[in-house]
């Protein structure tokens, strides 16, 4: 059992001698395809778990939450810990988990079937331990995270629950030192361009939906962005034509608009819609915007005590903090103005490619860092 006398790294040793719990859920995890809207195999998965350690008020909901508690003392505070069920890729993917001897290697590893695995396992590793642990805890496995599920899981969860929890901790697979409490201000759109049958060639030119396109990317960069408020316009993806030898009649693309500033954001998507409304009566074809997702600017100071305890874990680790800000769940709790952070489990390297793989020895110091950050919630320097 744990004590004030045990040193953070005292805990990792006995982590990483119940690496088989991490390991076994991980692989089973990893290997059950998730892409967003469509996390119900995955719940079931981690319920499973939930019971197996005798959690309490173990539950699911219409939009593939899962949900499982376990008490602390009375009267204690509650602290909800999350990690998002969902990955970019599709259930015709191959989901095969390579596990070599320091790194694990599979689709969506690192976002986040690790950070899924770790919240599975957690209860168990906390009774197993004997973690002394003086709170309530939520153990939430949510859905509709990323994409176009925009954060919809958490949303309704934190919409529906009869009591909030007082703080939160998010659960990412990468990177281990990860450390957000803030949010940035988002816009999240796609862009599709579509040139009519009717289309007149002889009066606009021979032009497809690519120079299109490319003319509105040209005017998008042209948008003033200040340095302070920090503010970027990331494109992500573009689709567009199936030939050498045709003319694209088609083209999408995805962008997101990111700001310290709510104002920035909002001034920047006002841009772009004037933009699309001047290419669109200049040309003749046919151009709509989509607003995929939005967040808001927010968050806690770095003097608020989750945040400096969550930095003398890592710190005690051997850990450099990576400070920034997130637009993970994180974004959720701050609407609400729920104290919360964000932090990562290991290393990774191609996240979100099919080549994505994650370093197995740095895992048990992520879980690690998770435990004494708990920890720490309870009494201030429990931990040397």
């Known amino acids: 059992m744990i004590n004030k006398k045990e040193t953070i790294q005292e805990l990792?040793?006995?982590?990483?001698?119940?690496?088989?719990?991490?390991?076994?859920?991980?692989?089973?995890?990893?290997?059950?395809?998730?892409?967003?809207?469509?996390?119900?195999?995955?719940?079931?998965?981690?319920?499973?778990?939930?019971?197996?350690?005798?959690l309490d008020y173990i539950s699911d909901d219409e939009v593939n939450n899962g949900l499982g508690y376990l008490p602390g003392p009375e009267g204690a505070p509650t602290v909800a810990l999350v990690a998002h069920l969902d990955t970019v890729f599709s259930d015709k993917d191959s989901h095969a988990l390579s596990l070599g001897s320091d790194r694990v290697k599979g689709i969506g590893i690192g976002d986040n079937s690790l950070g899924a695995a770790v919240l599975a396992s957690l209860p168990h590793l906390i009774q197993l331990l004997e973690i002394p642990i003086n709170v309530n805890l939520w153990f939430c496995g949510v859905s509709r995270s990323l994409g176009r599920g925009n954060l919809g899981g958490i949303r309704f969860l934190l919409d529906h629950l009869e009591q909030l929890p007082d703080q939160a901790i998010c659960i990412e697979g990468a990177p281990l030192g990860r450390l957000n409490?803030?949010?940035?201000?988002?816009?999240?759109?796609?862009?599709?361009?579509?040139?009519?049958?009717?289309?007149?060639?002889?009066?606009?030119?021979?032009?497809?939906?690519?120079?299109?396109m490319n003319d509105i990317i040209n005017r998008i960069l042209e948008i003033p962005r200040p340095s302070r408020p920090q503010t970027s316009v990331v494109f992500g993806s573009l689709h567009s034509g199936n030939s050498f030898h045709e003319l694209a009649r088609k083209a999408s693309l995805r962008f997101e608009v990111r700001s310290e500033s709510d104002d920035v954001v909002e001034m920047i998507e006002k841009r772009i819609s004037q933009i699309i409304?001047?290419?669109?009566?200049?040309?003749?074809?046919?151009?709509?915007?989509?607003?995929?997702?939005?967040?808001?600017?927010?968050?806690?100071?770095?003097?608020?005590?989750?945040?400096?305890?969550?930095?003398?874990?890592?710190?005690?680790?051997?850990?450099?903090?990576?400070?920034?800000?997130?637009?993970?769940?994180?974004?959720?709790?701050?609407?609400?103005?729920?104290?919360?952070?964000?932090?990562?489990?290991?290393?990774?390297?191609?996240?979100?490619?099919?080549?994505?793989?994650?370093?197995?020895?740095?895992?048990?110091k992520g879980i690690t860092q998770i435990l004494g950050v708990l920890q720490t919630l309870n009494v201030e320097g429990e931990l040397s």
């Open 181 to 212: 409490y803030t949010s940035l201000a988002m816009m999240r759109g796609e862009i599709e361009v579509e040139v009519p049958d009717e289309y007149d060639f002889s009066r606009f030119g021979v032009m497809g939906a690519i120079v299109h």
């Open 12 to 54: 990792e040793q006995r982590v990483r001698a119940c690496q088989d719990i991490l390991l076994a859920n991980l692989v089973m995890m990893s290997e059950t395809p998730a892409p967003t809207f469509h996390e119900q195999d995955r719940v079931r998965f981690l319920l499973d778990r939930f019971r197996e350690a005798g």
């Open 277 to 364: 409304e001047e290419v669109r009566a200049r040309s003749g074809v046919n151009i709509a915007l989509n607003k995929i997702a939005h967040r808001s600017h927010g968050g806690l100071d770095f003097s608020h005590p989750l945040v400096q305890s969550s930095q003398k874990v890592l710190e005690n680790l051997a850990v450099e903090p990576k400070i920034g800000p997130s637009m993970s769940e994180l974004a959720a709790f701050i609407s609400h103005d729920i104290p919360a952070i964000t932090l990562g489990i290991s290393n990774g390297h191609e996240i979100n490619t099919l080549d994505e793989e994650m370093e197995v020895d740095l895992i048990f």
